[in-house]
């Protein structure tokens, strides 16, 4: 192929609801047997089901998260939990003093998350990497959220672009970095239509309400929150990845909402008939959808692209000292 040329690489999922619902009741079992202990173990095994079942390019990915390390991370988020819980029992003022420091060092706990993750990601043999630093997730994770509160919300949208934007573009595939395109002002589109849908789906079922005197309508109220759930569930994702990229090669999302709307109503029939046995192919067909949507456009040989950067890291070596070995998310 010749350097320049452009091709879509589709990303397929390999998986079965059956395959997974002999790891998900096992897991389920153990993690009960042992007070959830066992849980850690679960996660590696769940994630490197879905990692070695996502394939892009005629190639897997591969999880190799360690256990131990997010037991570990567990731990430590339970300790951190049930002191604030105590706290905020015995004293008002030592609830609020801990649930402060709580929030200020989230952001370093969530850095540290996101470089496990990543670190024990990889693609073809090549591992991913994060390398936020810690002063920029306190601006993002911390500040940003609080403007959002103290101006009742109105920044959430810039919030969330920040967020996304430090995610992305600190991320990287062997050395080259993910870049991320989307402005605050696309955020703020897709949150003003969020809005305006739930407003004038109110104003109709009061109106019809009023018009009919049918009470009943107003059960129609979580039917409008539901919708716009699956909008933002669908738009986001579009948004944020149709402007992501890896060097030169970009990203693209198409979900829609009927589609994903109707698996959710299906999945959800699953679980109520079968009292939750269902959840493992639920997850299934919703994480099926949602990567059958995606791929990359690669420019040039993905497979040489590949290669180039094994053999760049190679040669400079990988750092790996300010790894933070432990997973604190739950």
């Known amino acids: 192929m010749q350097p320049g ?14 395959e997974y619902f002999n790891i998900w009741i096992v897991n389920l079992l153990l993690s009960v047997l042992t007070l ?8 590696v095994r769940r994630l490197q089901y879905f990692y070695r079942n996502t394939r892009i390019a005629d190639a897997s990915f591969e999880y190799h998260g360690l256990p131990m390390a997010i037991l570990k991370g567990r731990i430590i988020a339970f300790i951190i939990l049930m002191l604030y819980s105590l706290a905020g029992r015995y004293n008002l003022l030592l609830g609020l003093a801990a649930a402060a420091l709580i929030g200020l060092v989230m952001p370093w706990l969530i850095v540290r998350s996101l470089r496990f993750k990543l670190h024990y990601s990889s693609y073809r043999g090549l591992r991913f990497a994060f390398v936020g630093s810690d002063k920029a997730a306190y601006r993002v994770f911390l ?3 609080i403007l959002a509160a103290i101006t009742v919300y109105l920044l959430v949208p810039f919030a969330h672009q920040r967020i996304k934007q430090y995610q992305h573009r600190n991320s990287k595939f062997g ?10 002002g696309s955020f703020y589109r ?3 239509k969020a809005l305006l849908a739930a407003l004038l789906l109110g104003i109709l079922v009061v109106f019809l309400a009023k018009l009919f005197m049918l009470r009943f309508i107003v059960f129609l109220i979580p039917v409008i929150f539901i919708c716009i759930a699956v909008y933002m569930a669908v738009a986001l994702p579009n948004l944020i990845w ?3 990229g890896l ?16 698996i959710g109503f299906t999945n ?4 109520i008939v079968t009292l939750g046995l269902f959840v493992p192919f639920a997850q299934v067909r919703m994480l099926r959808y949602k990567l059958e949507c995606m791929g990359l456009i690669g420019m040039g040989d993905l497979a040489g692209f590949v290669a180039g950067q094994t053999q760049e890291v190679s040669a400079l070596g990988q750092e790996t000292s300010e790894i933070f070995n432990m997973d604190i998310s739950l």
């Open 5 to 18: 040329y452009s091709r879509r690489y589709a990303i397929e999922f390999t998986g079965s609801g059956r």
């Open 36 to 43: 959830g202990i066992y849980s850690a173990w679960a996660k």
């Open 143 to 145: 500040l940003n959220p």
């Open 175 to 184: 050395n080259t970095f993910f870049t991320f395109g989307a402005t605050v």
């Open 190 to 192: 897709v949150y003003l």
């Open 242 to 244: 149709n402007v992501t």
């Open 247 to 262: 060097g030169d090669h970009a990203f693209y999302c198409n979900l829609r909402m009927r589609p994903y709307l109707w």
């Open 268 to 271: 959800l029939l699953g679980i």
